[in-house]
């Protein structure tokens, strides 16, 4: 079974500007969390969906939104980047929504905000 | 306040050696607990959790873990450490959702 993906993996751009990112979950998984990890913050939760809505946020600003599909593919979008943005966002699936559930991570996506 | 602490920023320890991570929380009931490890340019991949009953918990790579609710602890451990095991580990509490500890990079001496 393959694994989660995240597309792009790299990915540099300005201030002021937007980015999408994508995450594939492993087939059969119908919950996405996304996550920030920076090397002041750490591993912050941004947000989880699960079933095409969202069920549970993070404390982040409103520039940072996500949304599912129904084939449970999810993206991210960072509205006004800030230099503050240059993280690895990572994406994993499980099963079902709940902390009981194993997380699958995926490689990340590496944001270079310049 | 709720949170997640790994004391160790950084631990080296020699091939063969053993090894112990500390993991402490603070929450107002016991949560869910994980510990997950990161190689370079990876993800994170689950090593163990612990739920509920028994208090030490077996995970994949020869590590285990050690819930004890008198001390707020859950401690990763591994008898004799193999340099593939060099990584970054990360503690995490779930509750209403999941928060990391800030990471122990863990060094392999040959």
């Known amino acids: 079974k393959a694994g989660v993906t995240q597309t792009p993996r790299y990915l540099i751009k300005t201030r002021g500007q937007q980015v999408t990112l994508s995450c594939s979950p492993i087939?059969?998984?119908?919950?996405v969390s996304w996550y920030q990890q920076t090397p002041g913050q750490g591993l912050q939760f941004l947000f989880e969906y699960f079933s095409e809505t969202q069920r549970n946020k993070g404390n982040f600003p409103g520039r940072f939104s996500g949304r599912q599909f129904s084939n449970s593919r999810s993206e991210m979008n960072v509205s006004t980047l800030e230099l503050g943005d240059s993280a690895l966002y990572l994406c994993?699936?499980?099963?079902?929504?709940?902390?009981?559930?194993?997380?699958?991570f995926g490689p990340g996506t590496r944001l270079t905000v310049l | 306040a709720q949170s997640v602490t790994q004391p160790d920023i950084h631990i080296t320890v020699s091939e063969g050696a053993s090894l112990e991570l500390r993991c402490n929380y603070s929450y107002g009931a016991t949560p869910y607990l994980f510990w997950y490890v990161q190689s370079p340019g990876q993800g994170l991949q689950l090593l163990l959790k612990y739920f509920s009953g028994d208090t030490l918990v077996q995970g994949i790579k020869g590590f285990e873990a050690e819930f004890k609710r008198s001390q707020s602890s859950f401690n990763l451990r591994k008898p004799s450490v193999h340099w593939s095991d060099a990584a970054e580990y990360f503690c995490a509490v779930g509750y209403n959702d999941m928060r990391f500890g800030a990471g122990t990079r863990l060094t392999v001496k040959p």
């Open positions: 994993a699936s499980s099963t079902f929504s709940g902390l009981a559930n194993e997380q699958f």
């Open positions: 087939s059969g998984h119908r919950s």
